[in-house]
Each structure stands twice: as structure tokens, then as C-alpha cells.
């Protein structure tokens, strides 16, 4: 099936989510927010133990159930330790080069709820000081969070609420050209996150039925490996949609659909992504077949997980992956339209 998805709500939709804090382990917020769309969109939605979010979506036979997936997650940071000077020392959530986020701000936000902004810098910030600013190792013990608020020692920052395990995000700074092109941080995996929105906003919209029982699941773990390691009883298909990465010999663009015949955790499904190769085909979508050398999806977690289903992945093709990141809209909505060819035929 030919859908037509919703330009203006996907999007709309993508720029809420990249504003939005949720760094692994801190998705609270943003999953009221998917609870809220849900509902807007009149589609059942419940939470797992972990937090990451069930949505369902019957079908005209309900012999077999598919799972499409999607993680809200993203890369971020925690408070490691406060420094006597009154920076704070951090630890990753999620794999990434400190040189991706040195100079950008952030937010802390501390576990009584108060929210504090700051810039993540090397420890080594400056040229007129430091004469190996330059060559400075960017490790995580050479990088730290400047608070921006009067602090001159350890106490003034506990004064403030601020403590070891307290989260930090980093501004995303989302941005959508008059190109097309949208460049953000975190657009693994909020831009899924929006095309599988997409696909149920046009089955309510243009009033199509999918075929077989549909199951959402918009995880909340993937940047730490486990999003998706538990799926609902009864899945017989499932589909990460995640981002295409983009470089070296991989041949996808920003503007392609990336569909994935292996990654670092092995082969995905032979019969679902050759048929997603030849729906992609048949609909004109510009796409690509890659193979990803370090990549692991929710579809891998649910597997290790020991689900007995066939898994595929697919998604927008991203540059710059876990860095500054850019895709394209095409890619996006392209990805809602082949999702709805594999299931509302
Ligand atoms: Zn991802």
C-alpha cells in the first residue's frame, strides 16, 4: 500500500522529541510525551517495568502480530564526581567521542527535579593557558561540565542540588532547513521514533487497516544495549527501525532508506529483508542495502533476549552517527511509507 504520510505532523512531531531530554536511563519525561500522542492519535498505550512504551494497533488478522520498534533513548551523561574546583566530573551513558560533545552545552538535572544549564569543555579549555590545549587527550577524565552558576568549590556546587548520578543532557540543537535536511544530535532514534508515529497517524487518517496485529515499541535502553531484550508474548515479526549509518564503503545518503543485511550482531532475516529490498523497489524509494560493522538494534537485543521471532532493520540514513548528526526529511517519510507496504498490504 501507497500511503501518504503526514509531512507537517511528522516533523512537528521530530522537533518536539529532539527538544526533549532523554538520555538512556532518564525517560520519564519524554515518555509522557509518547503517552500523550498516543492518546491524541486514539491508540492504546501501556509501559513495560523498565519504562519504554507499548502501543497497539489491531489488524484485519490476528494470526500472526508484528513488533515495530523505535528507541527514544539517546546518548547523554551522568555526574561522575564533583571537582574541587566546582566542575563537575562525568561518565558517559551511551558509546561516543568526547570530541563530539566538547564545547557543547548541556543540562543537569538534578534528582530533586531542578534543572541547571552548563557547557561540557576539556579541562584544558584554552589556548592562551594551556600550551598542549590542542593535542590534550579528549578522555573522559580530561573532560568536565562548567556549571553556569556562581561556584567556586566542591560545596558551592552541592549547595546547589547537584550530586554524583545526577543526568546530564546535551543540547540537541535541531534544526530544519529550507533544504530538507534536519541536523540535530539524537536524531538515532528520535527520527524512527517520529516515521513509526507517522505510519499511525496515516492508518487513522487514511483509514487503512494493517494486515496482521501491530505492536510499537518505542524503547527506552538501546544506547546501553538492552531497549528492546524483552518484547511482548506472541511476536512473530519485528522490525527495528533504527538509523542507516553512512560512510567508508556503506553506500546509503541522507536521503535513502537504509535497509540493514548485517550488522555486527550477525544476519537479519533473509525473507523479510529481501522483501523490504523489493517493496522499497517497487515503490521508487530511494534506498540503500548496507552492512554495518558496528552496530548492534533492538532487534539484536530482543534475539539475544531469546525471542523466537525474525527479526529485519531498517531506517533514515543519518551522517555523522552518535556526533552531529543530519539526515533528510525524504528519508524519513520514506521510511513511514515503506513500513506501511510491508504491513497493510
Ligand atoms: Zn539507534
Redesign the pocket.
Known amino acids: 500500500m501507497n500511503i501518504q504520510p503526514n509531512e507537517t505532523y511528522i516533523l512537528n512531531l521530530l522537533k518536539t522529541l529532539l527538544d526533549t531530554p532523554s538520555p538512556s536511563g532518564f525517560t520519564h519525561g519524554i515518555m509522557s510525551l509518547i503517552a500523550r500522542e498516543a492518546e491524541a492519535l486514539g491508540v492504546p498505550c501501556s509501559f513495560n517495568e523498565k519504562g519504554g512504551a507499548l502501543l497497539t494497533l489491531p489488524g484485519r488478522d490476528s494470526s500472526r502480530r508484528i513488533a515495530l520498534s523505535?528507541?527514544v533513548d539517546t546518548l547523554g551523561a551522568m555526574v561522575r564526581a564533583v571537582r574541587p574546583n566546582g566542575t563537575l566530573a562525568i561518565t558517559s551513558v551511551g558509546g561516543f567521542m568526547m570530541h563530539s560533545i566538547e564545547n557543547e552545552y548541556c543540562q543537569i538535572h538534578t534528582r530533586s527535579g531542578r534543572v541547571y544549564t552548563g557547557t561540557i569543555l576539556s579541562t584544558h579549555p584554552s589556548v592562551h593557558v594551556y600550551s598542549d590545549a590542542r593535542e590534550f587527550k579528549r578522555e573522559e577524565k580530561n573532560m568536565e561540565v562548567r556549571i553556569d552558576e556562581v561556584v567556586e568549590n566542591k560545596e558551592d556546587v552541592l549547595k546547589l542540588g547537584i550530586g554524583v548520578g545526577d543526568f546530564i543532557s546535551f543540547d540537541a540543537r535541531a534544526v530544519v532547513t529550507s533544504s530538507g535536511y534536519i541536523k540535530s544530535r539524537h536524531l538515532?532514534?528520535k527520527a524512527?521514533v517520529a516515521a513509526l508515529f507517522g505510519l499511525i497517524e496515516s492508518s487513522r487518517r487514511e483509514g487503512w487497516i494493517p494486515r496482521h496485529d501491530l505492536v510499537f515499541l518505542i524503547s527506552n535502553y538501546?544506547?546501553v544495549g538492552h531497549g528492546a531484550s524483552w518484547i511482548p508474548d506472541g511476536v512473530n515479526e519485528m522490525i527495528a527501525v533504527?538509523?542507516g549509518a553512512m560512510g567508508d564503503d556503506l553506500s546509503c545518503k541522507e536521503t535513502d532508506v537504509s535497509i540493514c543485511a548485517k550488522d555486527s550482531t550477525g544476519p537479519y532475516d533473509y525473507e523479510m529483508t529481501s522483501r523490504l529490498i523489493e517493496l522499497a523497489r517497487g515503490l521508487g524509494i530511494p534506498h540503500a542495502v548496507d552492512i554495518y560493522p558496528h552496530y548492534g538494534?533492538?532487534a539484536s537485543a530482543a534475539l539475544h533476549g531469546g525471542h523466537n521471532i525474525r527479526a529485519a532493520l531498517i531506517?533514515p540514513g543519518v551522517h555523522a552517527?552518535h556526533a552531529m548528526e543530519r539526515t533528510h526529511k525524504l528519508a524519513v517519510i520514506n521510511t513511514t511509507r515503506l513500513l506501511a507496504a510491508y504491513v497493510a498490504d
Request: hydrophobic content about 15%.
Open positions: 523505535a528507541h538515532d532514534d524512527s538501546e544506547e533504527d538509523m538494534s533492538d531506517g552517527s
